[in-house]
T-cell receptor, first 110, second 113 residues
Framework: EDKVVQSPLSLVVHEGDTVTLNCSYE??????LLWYKQEKKAPTFLFML????IEKKSGRLSSILDKKELFSILNITATQTGDSAIYLC??????????FGKGMKLTVNP | DTGVSQDPRHKITKRGQNVTFRCDPI?????LYWYRQTLGQGPEFLTY????????KSRLLSDRFSAERPKGSFSTLEIQRTEQGDSAMYLC???????????FGPGTRLTVT
């Protein structure tokens, strides 16, 4: 059965800190890995990764995938209080549905 | 707003009642997915459609749950004889095709008393 494990499950930082979120996975016929941000409502799409070693970047957020070691990281630099949210990692494999991790709760204090 | 929409946003019902939720995907998105999310967990897959065809149902989906997408546009999810364990956020997502990112709606929060 496909599995996605995120770590840590929660993190408290101060504004301006850099954080790294980890996601490891076991997926049959891997197709993609996705990151979402969830703030008390529906998940909003951040990144979709399909190839190893190619960093995707959007502002202060970036993500990279390692298909050999079966993990991805999401980096957030110069954190702001608005980055406080739950960050979800999900994979899509041969089953054609997203399998999510439990999520990582990030709290950024001023 | 051209995103995924869901209705209602909140539903409180008594155990044993039937409920129906609606999802309107992004226009021209062929795939539509239903997920369920409980507190402290990531969303769990329930079922999905390619146009009007329902292609997979999770074993989480008991026979009290049924979903339709009759014209390949909006979808409905019905829960019959609701139980307290059905209390959750029900999320709908859509994508253009198989290898595209899924965009989520705001969800319907169901509370069964």
């Amino acid at each position: 059965e496909d599995k996605v494990v995120q770590s840590p499950l929660s993190l408290v930082v101060h504004e301006g800190d850099t954080v790294t979120l980890n996601c490891s996975y076991e997926v049959t016929n891997f197709r993609s890995l996705l990151w979402y941000k969830q703030e008390k409502k529906a998940p909003t799409f951040l990144f979709m990764l399909t190839s190893s070693g190619i960093e995707k970047k959007s502002g202060r957020l970036s993500s990279i995938l390692d298909k050999k070691e079966l993990f991805s990281i999401l980096n957030i630099t110069a954190t702001q209080t608005g980055d406080s949210a739950i960050y979800l990692c999900a994979t899509e494999g041969g089953s054609e549905k997203l399998v999510f991790g439990k999520g990582m709760k990030l709290t950024v204090n001023p | 707003d051209t995103g995924v929409s869901q209705d209602p946003r909140h539903k409180i019902t008594k155990r044993g009642q039937n409920v129906t939720f609606r999802c309107d995907p992004i226009s021209e998105h062929n795939r539509l997915y239903w997920y369920r999310q409980t507190l402290g967990q990531g969303p769990e897959f329930l079922t999905y459609f390619q146009n009007e065809a329902q292609l997979e149902k999770s074993r989480l989906l008991s026979d009290r749950f049924s979903a339709e997408r009759p014209k390949g546009s909006f979808s409905t999810l019905e829960i019959q004889r609701t139980e307290q364990g059905d209390s959750a956020m029900y999320l709908c997502a859509s994508s253009i095709n198989r290898d595209s990112e899924q965009y989520f709606g705001p969800g319907t929060r169901l509370t069964v008393t």
